[in-house]
């Protein structure tokens, strides 16, 4: 993937991860990734479509993942889709929480680890209550 590639991906997103929505300027120290959404060991491409930014906590904890687990109804479903999925139909954020209001959007808070403890504490500094 070239540096074009990269570069435009990053301005799609507007320089935001696209599972959590943390800007890379909040975590300066590390580069946020370009993500594989469909990994490449399942056949997922390098197609722009297929290609999202991603903070090095939700691409840690999504690796090649496709499916999690909703604890509400105990079904596999498939992960937040940031090329093909409304982000505002699947979460909301109240406070510092990422709330998943879909199977889909509870199946990836979780598998992504978005409420983590060190993720809420991070958060929590960020809004300078830490």
Same mark, same amino acid.
């Given at each position: ?6 570069r #435009?991906?990053?301005?799609r ?7 959590? !929505?943390m800007r890379q300027?909040?975590?300066a120290?590390s580069?946020f990734? @370009?993500?594989?959404i469909?990994?490449r060991q399942h056949? +997922?491409?390098? =197609?722009?479509? %297929?290609l999202c930014?991603c903070?090095?906590?939700? %691409?840690? *904890?999504?690796?090649? %993942?496709l499916? !999690?687990?909703? #604890?509400v $109804?105990g079904?596999? $479903?498939? #992960?937040? *889709?940031?090329?093909q999925? @409304?982000?505002?139909?699947? /979460?909301?954020?109240? +406070?510092l929480?990422?709330? +998943?209001? $879909?199977?889909m959007g509870r199946? $990836? @808070?979780e598998v992504?680890?978005? %409420? =983590? =403890?060190k993720?809420?504490? /991070?958060r929590r500094s960020l809004?300078g209550? !830490?």
């Open positions: 993937m070239n540096a074009e590639i990269r #435009l991906i990053r301005q997103a507007g320089d935001c991860c696209e599972y959590c !929505g300027s909040d975590e120290w580069r990734h @370009v993500e594989h469909v990994a056949k +997922g491409g390098d =197609s722009m479509d %297929n930014l903070c090095q906590h939700c %691409n840690l *904890h999504k690796g090649p %993942n499916s !999690g687990i909703d #604890l $109804t079904v596999l $479903t498939r #992960l937040f *889709h940031p090329r999925d @409304v982000w505002d139909e699947h /979460f909301s954020a109240v +406070g929480e990422i709330i +998943g209001c $879909t199977p199946a $990836t @808070v992504l680890a978005m %409420n =983590s =403890s993720r809420m504490d /991070f809004r209550d !830490g």
